[in-house]
């Protein structure tokens, strides 16, 4: 696609409810990442996905936390018994080199509210 | 891990003035790309300029330039000529040779007529 796409653009769920948000990163492009930011604050890194390799979990604040990534496309961010403090902005962001001049495009976002 | 700072939560600008947006970061890397991306409400991350760490020119791009300072850490954003358009909050971000990035907390700027 022309741009990165993540939907849904607000979800509204019940503490305790499980949710997916997903990620359609630009095509072609090898990275992908995953942000939170919380209401006035800055980006805090999930998780990051680069082609086939491991992926670098290391943002991830809990293990309700997970994602997956199918090859060098869509991309599943689950959280599970989801609570008040989960409630945020989810980021996606996708890249296309691995060295050089390589840049972050960014999604829209994901608006998750949780009641 | 590399860490970045932005001191000023908040800036003000008089339209067509112009405003300098700070950022320092720590690192021990050699080689690496420092980034200014714009949020505005729309909460669309756009990619405002980037620098990278070899290069001693200092980046612009129309109404943006960088002040590039290796030895102190530091890349500040200048925007001249503000626009009411300019009005968002802006992130410094930096790009380790890992491929990972790294944001700052942010720096709203707020145009006023």
């Known amino acids: 696609g022309a741009g990165v796409s993540q939907s849904p653009s607000n979800k509204v769920t019940e503490k305790g409810k499980d949710v997916e948000l997903r990620c359609d990163p630009i095509?072609?492009?090898?990275?992908l990442y995953w942000y939170r930011q919380r209401l006035g604050q800055g980006l805090e890194f999930l998780i990051y996905?680069?082609?086939?390799?491991?992926?670098?979990k290391s943002g991830l604040p809990s293990d309700r936390f997970s994602a997956e990534r199918t090859g060098e496309s869509v991309s599943t961010l689950t959280i599970q018994r989801t609570q008040q403090e989960d409630s945020a902005v989810y980021l996606c962001?996708?890249?296309?080199?691995?060295?050089?001049?390589?840049?972050?495009?960014f999604g829209a976002g994901s608006r998750l509210t949780v009641l | 891990a590399q860490t970045v700072t932005q001191s000023q939560p908040e800036m003000s600008v008089q339209e067509a003035e112009t405003v300098t947006l700070s950022c320092t970061y720590d690192?021990?890397?050699?080689?690496?790309?420092l980034f200014w991306y714009k949020q505005p409400p729309s909460r669309q991350m756009i990619l405002v300029i980037r620098?990278?760490?070899?290069?001693?020119q200092n980046a612009t791009e129309n109404r943006f330039s960088v002040n590039f300072q290796k030895a102190a850490k530091s890349f500040s954003l200048k925007i001249s000529d503000s626009q009411l358009g300019d009005a968002a909050m802006y992130f410094c971000?930096?790009?380790?040779?890992?491929?990972?990035?790294?944001f700052g907390t942010g720096t709203s700027l707020t145009v006023i007529p």
């Open positions: 971000a930096y790009r380790s040779a890992g491929n990972q990035f790294y």
């Open positions: 095509s072609g492009h090898t990275a």
């Open positions: 962001a996708s890249s296309f080199r691995l060295s050089g001049a390589n840049v972050l495009t």
């Open positions: 620098q990278e760490a070899y290069k001693q």
């Open positions: 996905f680069q082609g086939n390799s491991a992926p670098d």
């Open positions: 690192t021990s890397e050699s080689d690496y790309y």
